[in-house]
């Protein structure tokens, strides 16, 4: 006979009293709690993160269901042990034995500790979904382009929140849908190599930009050297210095116009695009501070404008990569060639690098591997051929993910026109009034910038303050030309 034997079960002794079931009512207590603390974070914090409603409205409400359903095996289990044996309620507490005492207070604290590691837990879970690691590191490859050449830019240290996830309502349900169905996306690689743009859901608006940057404050020029190399047995150099107009709009603190004139408070520059990408402008509007309208089209737009999409400009029309630049090929070797990281001594090099840059690799191992093999191939007996294939593979390794199809080619960059149409997309000289009178003003190659110097050694020394006219290394140019048609950034 066993003196320790415990009485049998009441008959109204609930079937939950069993440790399976009070750690599943644990789980599911902390999950609620967790809740609780995530919708109050994500309510109080700047921007409505997706990710966070994700964890708030799916992650935790599986911990919930988990916490409940084993609560119920525990029960389950419960109720067959004791129609076998109906032996006692396998969870019987007597506060006069001092195990039972032990095990209860173990069980208490235990419990307490697992409430403070979830509200620790769900915290660090709530930031990290705001950091750039979660944005540009959870999914490795879909992200790296955009993670990599963000680091690079000039908003390496302003989180990817900052500018993807937008305040409000509307951004609230926006970027929540977006970012549910991105890890599904990623889940089941359902992504687009590359991935598309602009993605409307993720695109920032104008207030994003204005956080941080003051459109009224803009005044003034901008100095900046273009270099470049040609495609001749001596890379030979050419160099064009421009004064960008970027302008301003506070009457107090400088003259009101140049480049962001567009921006001004009381311009509104409409337009409409026919393609997705809105390369092809054809129809532009103007509404001046005085509400003057005038419309600018191409010759041949007869379209019913009512029935198309209209886009006001903002920031993003012309700054549309602030944030991932991929430079091109052209532009990338041309720099590093400039700072001398590529000795322009060297034969042919800039005409090889751009051919090695641009072939069509599948990784970016097999690029590092075949950039090194066809430089040794056709410079065997260099020494300066070794710190010029570092360099190109550096570049590889900033501009250029095959495994997501990402590179100078398949983004366009709005700011400028020499490879991508840019500002050309309404200041072509073909954007007209409707009897063809007036053409969009700005479209001489002195009124954006001004070309102070050009051309290579001694010339860059004699500066134009009122401008040169430009002289094309590549041969004499139309009256408008379209840079484009001959200059990709490429080969
Ligand atoms: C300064 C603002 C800014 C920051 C910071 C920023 N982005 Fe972007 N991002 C943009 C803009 C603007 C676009 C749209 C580009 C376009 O329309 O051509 C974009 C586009 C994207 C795209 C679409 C693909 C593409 O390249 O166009 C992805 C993906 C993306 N960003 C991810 C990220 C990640 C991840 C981070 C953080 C590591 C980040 N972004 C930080 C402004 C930003
Ligand atoms: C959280 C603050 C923040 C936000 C939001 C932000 N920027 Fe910036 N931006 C910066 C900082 C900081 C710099 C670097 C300034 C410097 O180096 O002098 C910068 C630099 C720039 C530059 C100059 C780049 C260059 O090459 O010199 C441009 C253009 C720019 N931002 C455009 C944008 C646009 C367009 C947006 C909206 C999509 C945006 N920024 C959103 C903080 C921000
Ligand atoms: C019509 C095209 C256009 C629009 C619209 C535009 N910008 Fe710019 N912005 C430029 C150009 C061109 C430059 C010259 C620098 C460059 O090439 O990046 C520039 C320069 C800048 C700079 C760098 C200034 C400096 O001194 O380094 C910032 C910051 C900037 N823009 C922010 C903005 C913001 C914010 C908006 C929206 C309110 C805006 N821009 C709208 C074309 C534009
Ligand atoms: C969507 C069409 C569109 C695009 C793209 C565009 N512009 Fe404009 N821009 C206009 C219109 C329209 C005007 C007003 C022209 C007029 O009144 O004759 C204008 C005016 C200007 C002016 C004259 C401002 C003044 O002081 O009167 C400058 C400078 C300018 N743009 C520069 C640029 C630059 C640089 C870019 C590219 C970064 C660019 N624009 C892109 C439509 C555009
Ligand atoms: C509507 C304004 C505008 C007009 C008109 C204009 N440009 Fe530009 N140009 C720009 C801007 C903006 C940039 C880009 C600066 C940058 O990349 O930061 C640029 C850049 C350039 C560059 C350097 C390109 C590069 O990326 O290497 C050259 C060269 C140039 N322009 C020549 C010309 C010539 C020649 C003309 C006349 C046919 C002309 N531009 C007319 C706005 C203009
Ligand atoms: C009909 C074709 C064509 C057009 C259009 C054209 N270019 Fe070129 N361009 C060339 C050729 C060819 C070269 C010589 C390339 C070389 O030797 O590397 C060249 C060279 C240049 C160079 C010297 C740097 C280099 O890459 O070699 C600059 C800068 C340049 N062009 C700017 C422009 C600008 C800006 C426009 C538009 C206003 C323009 N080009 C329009 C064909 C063209």
Redesign the pocket.
Known sequence: MNSDRQPPAQPGQSVFRNWISFIGMVVAIGALFSFLLLYVLDALSKFSNPYVSILTYLGVPAFLIGGILLAFVGAGRERRRRSRGSGPASLQIDLNRPRDRRVLVTFIAGSVVFLLLTAIGSYNAFNFTES?TF??ETCHT??K???T???L???AR???????VGKGVSWFVKSKISGSYQLYSVAFKKYPT??????RN???ARE??EECHWPQSFVGNLDRTFNYFQSDASNSPYAIRLLLKIGGSDPRQGPVGGIHWHNLPGNKVEYIATDKERLKIPWVRVTDAQGKVTVFKTKNFTNDVNTMEMRTMDC?DC??????RYLSPEKAVNQQMALGHIDPTIPWIKTNAVYVLTRPYKTDDEATNAIAAALAAKYPNDSRIQAATATLQQIYAEYFFPEMK?NWA?????VGHMIWPGCFRCHDGQHKTEDRKTTIKASDCNTCHTILAQGAGDELNQLSPGGQKFIHPGGDLDENPTCTDCHTGGP
């Not at 700054?319 to 991932?324: A, K, T």
């Open positions: 750039v944005c540009g879909v992200m382009p955009e993670k050449t963000h680091d830019g000039p908003h302003v989180a990817c929140v900052e500018c993807h590359p991935i598309g743009t602009p993605i993720l695109r920032p994003t930009c993003m700054h549309n990569r602030p944030s991932h990402a398949s983004y366009p960059d709005n």
